[in-house]
């Protein structure tokens, strides 16, 4: 039998993913280039499996972490939907100009 600490530990690791998607949707949502009908699934992912770990064991040690690290995660998702890189230019390194030139 899978002991209760482990699951909660994975369902941890979950709820920090959901929370680093939900905060690119909220973003993307907030930019106005998705629609609520995205957003949710993420908001119900995290929130279940939030919920789900606060309801097995309470506010002990593995919920005050996974809340703070989903808070982070979140953060940092909308940062990066905020600030997206520019695509890298790659078509000179795969179609040198001298056919001689390699890469």
């Known amino acids: 039998m899978v002991p209760l600490s482990l699951i909660r530990a994975v369902l941890g ?19 106005k280039r998705e629609t609520g009908g995205r957003v949710a699934p993420w908001l119900l992912r995290f929130a279940l499996a939030l919920g789900a ?36 230019d790659l078509s000179s390194r795969i179609f040198p100009k001298d056919p001689t030139e390699s890469p």
């Open 13 to 31: 690791l979950l709820t920090v993913f959901f929370a680093h998607f939900l905060g690119r949707s909220l973003m993307r949502l907030k930019q």
């Open 53 to 88: 770990i606060l309801w097995s064991g309470g506010w002990d040690a593995t919920a005050i972490v996974t809340v703070v690290l989903a808070g982070a995660s979140g953060v940092w998702g909308a940062w990066q939907e905020r600030s997206p890189r520019e695509p890298e």
